[in-house]
């Protein structure tokens, strides 16, 4: 009983605002480290003073501020975009309001780039393209004094949960990715998530770029290790690459019931505790929480806790009515919007795309494990022959990606600028 309750409560979630016939509209999260440019650690104190710097200019007004009344999150008065701290002072989220194209996100980017990095540059940081901050063993990587964000790390901190974790509990301080989301119908959202589930080998091949010096991990995407080893990945479900093909929609939630939820809130107080499937939370006669300091409380789950559930696939489906895409890792400064310009470009062709995977020879030649085929095609060094079919299996899809964004007459394709030699 408990198990259908917990999926009607997730249908309710992600499946309300959906729109059956709505216009695509194209929405972009940018994250990137600030950093010291003669390589010292990030000084905290010149990342603030930009938010204050940025608060003082009449375009921009504060939206939140941390316990220490420093502002963290900045609304542009006409766009409506956000600027913020990503779960620490070293990492700036570019989080854009919903755009017709990928061009009008682009030079609201540049426009704010030309304000901020000349702020920066005065005290020698500056916003740089990496997918973990280069600096990130020196820096201070203590989470934003908000409560959410101290949780958060509290949380992937946390002991005696059973599970063998890596040994950076605060990945999440420096890490940055490059994310999508585009607006999706009940009878399409599926087959996105199928199609693009197909296609994470190739990603991982084009738009690779977080090697971690401090491990001797075979792979040019650290931030799947962080996340797959972390808590977050406490069960396999709730993290990454789907396992399978969904046939249904039945078949898609009861997988998300599989998912964890592991945060509550009572009386305006966030809690945290060890991952819980939810199909089985509302089972549970109580649970031991903590508060972000360590206070334990026991709590009593209730339905209205699956209103916080949040599963972290990299085709997630998203209460907004949207799936976001947010496997790839950010991007160097000059190809920002090319992963942004292929997930479009392919989106927009997808009977195509399906037609052109059921018969490729990349997948009819490759187990069809597609967690695998990400980890093979990211791997530092790849074999002659593996380089030769994840080129020929990548210029396909960048191919037909343009061909894509031609049809949608905007000039968008200039985005897709892909920094490999593919001769396949």
Known sequence: ??????????????????????????????EFPIVEINGNKTNIEVTKNLFRTLANLLDFKVEKMDDDQNPIQLVHCSSKDRILFELSYNTIEFAFEKAHSIDEVAERFEAYLKIIQPILQ???????????HPQWQKNDNSPVKIERYKMLMAFLAMNGTGMKTHPYPSYGAFICG?????DVRRDNYIRIINAFNKIEAAKAYLFSNSEFSAEAWDTKITRDIFWEESLHGYYKENVGIYPKDYQSEEEFFNNLARTAIFTAARDDQSYYFKPIRVKDYLDQKEITAYTADG???????VKEDLKQHRSYQFQDLTARGTVEFRSVCTQPLETTFAPIAFELGLFVQLENLENYLEHCSFLKNEKQDYRKLRKKYSKKILSEKEEETIQSFSKDLIDMARAGLIKRGYGEETFLIINKELNG
């Open 295 to 301: 206070n334990e409380k026991i709590i009593k789950p």
């Open 1 to 30: 009983m408990t198990k259908q309750q917990a999926i009607k409560l997730l249908k309710e979630k992600y499946l309300s605002n959906m729109k059956e016939d709505s216009e695509l509209f194209v929405g972009v999260e940018l």
């Open 122 to 132: 005065e005290d020698h940081h500056e916003i740089q393209g990496h997918g973990i």
């Open 178 to 182: 490059n994310q999508l989301q585009l």
